[in-house]
């Protein structure tokens, strides 16, 4: 009977539309009512009956591993995710809007718009996730070191730190990674800094680079932001706006800003640079180990800050 209400719905209510003219829909509602409850209990007192949908294969779903969070290992993951048991892995507690990340070291606030938790957006595309590092991959086993096994301070079996996952198919989503940045989280961590990989060891740095920032602001301090590509020009841009009284330098190796802007577009951001009071140095080679003799030569004070902005490494 449970299979058979279906059908019987759908030529009910065929028949229903082919008569609503001459008929009326008083008496067909009556009986489509009916039809609906009784169809209603009869699935009710059968718990285990399964849903049937043909053509669909009842067979284990295949198993796909996704190493990297960002947006290649998202996009990935959400395509895949009907049709294979996906199982996404991030050294990071967090996916972070990089595109974004300029503005919150002015702006602190911002940062908690631009970043969600992988343990709630895996739990939404019901995926599974692994928190950590992906440390071999072989054989169809991806061996992965938690970084959260700091966290099971109640066991000291070494096991706790490592998790090994089975996998028909891999994708290796890691992207790309500024070096020494600070639209970057490390994802390696120097002796003694904050573990940025946790969400709020992240927001407390945000935070704290921009309370120093606000304090060279207040003394009339000196910053350099090396490389003048877009990323570089919008931070000198975003702490001129927000820090009117720093001294702001930008450094580049080729002959103008922006390189990949059509002409125009360049002549328009070097006139918001040099209307800002924002200093450019275009064609030399900025050389970290000589810094005091660079700087002399260009006729600028030692700068208390130095952010790169470079590009981008595999």
């Known amino acids: 009977l449970a299979q058979a209400m279906p059908a019987l719905l759908c030529q009910f209510g065929l028949r229903g539309l082919t008569r609503r003219h001459a008929a009326g829909w008083r008496g067909e509602r009556h009986w489509?009512?009916?039809?609906i409850v009784l169809s209603f209990v009869v699935?009710?007192?059968?718990?285990?009956?399964e849903l049937?949908?043909?053509?669909?294969s009842n067979a284990a779903?295949?198993?796909?591993?996704v190493i990297g969070g960002g947006f290649a290992g998202l996009a990935a993951a959400r395509r895949l995710r009907r049709e294979f048991d996906v199982t996404l892995v991030d050294p990071k507690q967090y996916f972070e809007f990089v595109p974004g990340m300029v503005r919150p070291y002015a702006q602190p606030d911002l940062h908690s718009g631009l970043v969600i938790e992988y343990a709630e957006l895996c739990k939404t595309m019901r995926i599974s996730w692994v928190w950590g590092y992906a440390t071999k991959l072989e054989d169809g086993q991806l061996t992965v070191r938690l970084s959260n096994a700091s966290m099971h301070s109640d066991t000291s079996d070494e096991s706790m730190?490592?998790?090994?996952?089975?996998f028909d198919y891999g994708i290796i989503a890691v992207g790309c990674q500024y070096g020494s940045v600070l639209w970057y989280p490390p994802l390696v961590?120097?002796?003694?800094s904050s573990d940025q990989r946790y969400l709020n060891c992240r927001r407390e740095h945000i935070q704290?680079?921009?309370?120093?920032?606000?304090?060279l602001a207040a003394r009339g301090g000196h910053v350099a932001v090396i490389g003048a590509g877009f990323v570089g020009v919008e931070y000198a841009a975003e702490l001129r706006h927000y820090f009117p009284t720093l001294d702001i330098s930008i450094v580049e190796m080729g002959p103008h800003c922006c390189t990949p802007m059509n002409e125009g577009a360049r002549r328009y951001v070097q006139r918001h640079l040099d209307d800002h009071n924002i200093s450019t140095f275009y064609e030399v080679s900025y050389p970290p180990s000589s810094s005091q003799q660079f700087w002399?030569?260009?006729?600028?004070?030692?700068p208390d800050r130095v952010f790169m902005s470079i590009g981008m490494k595999p």
Request: net charge positive; proline share 9%; charged share 25%.
């Open 32 to 35: 489509l009512g009916v039809l």
């Open 43 to 49: 699935v009710m007192l059968q718990p285990e009956c």
């Open 52 to 56: 049937v949908v043909p053509g669909r």
């Open 61 to 65: 779903r295949k198993k796909v591993v």
């Open 161 to 166: 730190e490592s998790s090994v996952i089975s």
């Open 189 to 192: 961590q120097d002796p003694g």
């Open 208 to 215: 704290t680079e921009h309370a120093e920032i606000a304090k």
């Open 296 to 302: 002399q030569q260009l006729g600028k004070p030692i």
